[in-house]
């Protein structure tokens, strides 16, 4: 028989839920989750929150560090482009 088989007989199922604030991470399995498994769930789950609400801001917040981009790059071909005269 092997472990899987086994756990399934002994009905040992085990879940790790990580909360954040649009869902939750969720992380099953037949052998105990250990507490670093854990550390390592919720780290992720923050991770992702950040990371998906950045991702939901406005285009104009996200677009404001553009504009100094752009200024530069106009600055730079200003520049090539008077050299070259």
Known sequence: MTAIENCLLTNAWYDCIAL???GTL???SFQKITDEQKDVAQRFAK???QTYTRFLRPPKSRSSGEGSTDKFSRRKCKSQ???HE
Do not use: L, N, Q
């Open 81 to 83: 482009c008077i050299g």
């Open 47 to 49: 991770v992702f929150e």
């Open 20 to 22: 954040f604030a649009y």
């Open 26 to 28: 969720t992380i099953s």
